[in-house]
């Protein structure tokens, strides 16, 4: 169990993140909605610790994350993987040596300088590239690839760090539509599959619903909807996003279809 507690981060006057607190079940696929600048990447940036809270706690299975140094720290951060917008791959090197960077904490110092990989890390990072469709590409340089075939391979690289946590900081912001049909059914399958918790921020409203067994709606910094996405009605969304609520969704006026995670997890 994930639990944040009272969390809370400011930058000068400004408090990005406000006495936020959740608890996030093992597996869940939680998305965290809201309009620009509500707090959500800075949320999601603490649980990682890329950017320390300035008041509340994280804890992780009974560990106080936010007390973490050291290698405590550095394996905290492995074991909750970010995805970034921007993919943030070595585009020089090909597709498997950027996988393989997932699993630098995994081995030696000198091992990662030299970048000595062993046949059982070389495996595991073939066998995540087949679990994403993606293992032709192996070796291709990762700047030839599309802006979908990089996703990947960042949720690749992400996946052979072993994590428990998937931290996915708006994925698909810079997809067309079917790239982010296939980054996001990626994403909903190594949760399924590995019972990898996922908390992914999302813009589109629609996608949330699709994808996420749980939102949780963030305006101002504050938490200000928490619930199932069938919870989620128009008015909800209108509270959540105001005027730009028709710009990140299509407004229902009845209650809105069954998620499809929640389809696929009754099928
Ligand atoms: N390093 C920083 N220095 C100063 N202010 C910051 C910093 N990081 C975030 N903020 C401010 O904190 C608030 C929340 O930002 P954050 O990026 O967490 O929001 P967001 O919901 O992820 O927005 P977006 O959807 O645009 O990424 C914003 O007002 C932002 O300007």
Not at 24 to 36: D, H
Not at 88 to 95: P, S
Not at 220 to 248: C, H, I, M, N, Q
């Amino acid at each position: 169990m994930l639990v944040v507690e009272d969390l809370s981060r400011r930058f000068g006057a400004k408090t990005a993140v406000d006495r936020v607190s959740l608890e996030v079940a093992p597996g869940s696929f939680v998305g965290v909605i809201g309009r620009s600048g509500a707090g959500k990447s800075t949320l999601l940036r603490m649980i990682n610790r890329l950017q320390e809270p300035s008041s509340g706690r994280i804890i992780a299975d009974g560990v106080d994350v936010t007390a973490l140094k050291g290698q405590e720290l550095r394996d905290w951060r492995a074991s909750c993987a970010m995805i970034f917008q921007q993919f943030n791959l070595v585009g020089r090197l090909d597709v498997l040596t950027n996988v393989l960077m997932g699993r630098l904490n995994r081995v030696g110092t000198l091992s990662s300088v030299l970048r000595l990989w062993s046949e059982q890390d070389r495996a595991v990072a073939l066998s995540a590239l087949e679990m994403l469709d993606i293992a032709p590409l192996a070796a291709q340089r990762a700047d030839s690839l599309s802006g979908g075939q990089q996703q990947r391979v960042a949720i690749a690289r992400a996946l052979v760090q072993e994590p428990r946590i998937i931290l996915a900081d708006e994925p698909i912001a810079s997809l067309d539509p079917r790239n982010t049909k296939v980054v996001m059914d990626a994403l909903l399958r190594i949760n399924r599959h590995f019972g990898i918790t996922v908390l992914c921020n999302l813009h589109s409203l629609d996608l949330a619903r699709t994808y996420c067994d749980r939102l949780v709606g963030m305006a101002a910094g504050k938490v200000v909807f928490d619930d199932a996405p069938a919870a989620l009605t128009g008015d909800a969304a209108r509270d959540l996003y105001g005027f730009e609520a028709g710009e990140v969704m299509e407004l229902p006026e009845t209650s809105p279809e069954p998620a499809f995670a929640a389809s696929v997890a009754a099928a």
